[in-house]
Nanobody, 122 residues
Framework: QVQLVESGGGLVQAGGSLRLSCAASGRSISSYTMGWFRQAPGKQRELVADITSGGSTNYRDSVKGRFTISRDNAKNTVYLQMNNLKPEETAVYYC????????????????WGRGTQVTVSS
């Protein structure tokens, strides 16, 4: 089993930055595809970015150029650097992992953290 714990969320003004961390325990996630999802109140959970075991990254269009996903396998941790945040990006951000190829389908991820709240004020 893999346990994922997110941290780094908080309140930030529009245009500000946050760096989210996802620390894994239980086993190495180096072979996993890891993703960051977010869910705003009343909306569906959506994939923000993912990174494969080989380091290939993928982003939803609205965050390209502003968000960066990375991983440190030695620390068993995945990061999401978020710059120039917008109020509409207020949501709970979740880290997730799966054994297999990348997918936008949250239901196909095997492991989930409990999430960290990101609030962007205007």
């Amino acid at each position: 089993q893999v346990q994922l714990v997110e941290s780094g969320g908080g309140l930030v003004q529009a245009g500000g930055s946050l760096r989210l961390s996802c620390a894994a325990s239980g086993r190495s996630i180096s072979s996993y595809t890891m993703g960051w999802f977010r869910q705003a109140p009343g909306k569906q959970r959506e994939l923000v970015a993912d990174i494969t075991s080989g380091g290939s990254t993928n982003y939803r269009d609205s965050v390209k150029g502003r968000f960066t996903i990375s991983r440190d396998n030695a620390k068993n941790t995945v990061y999401l650097q978020m710059n120039n945040l917008k109020p509409e990006e207020t949501a709970v951000y979740y880290c997730a992992g799966r054994v297999g190829r990348r997918t936008v389908a949250s239901s196909l991820y095997d492991y989930w953290g409990r999430g960290t709240q990101v609030t962007v004020s205007s």
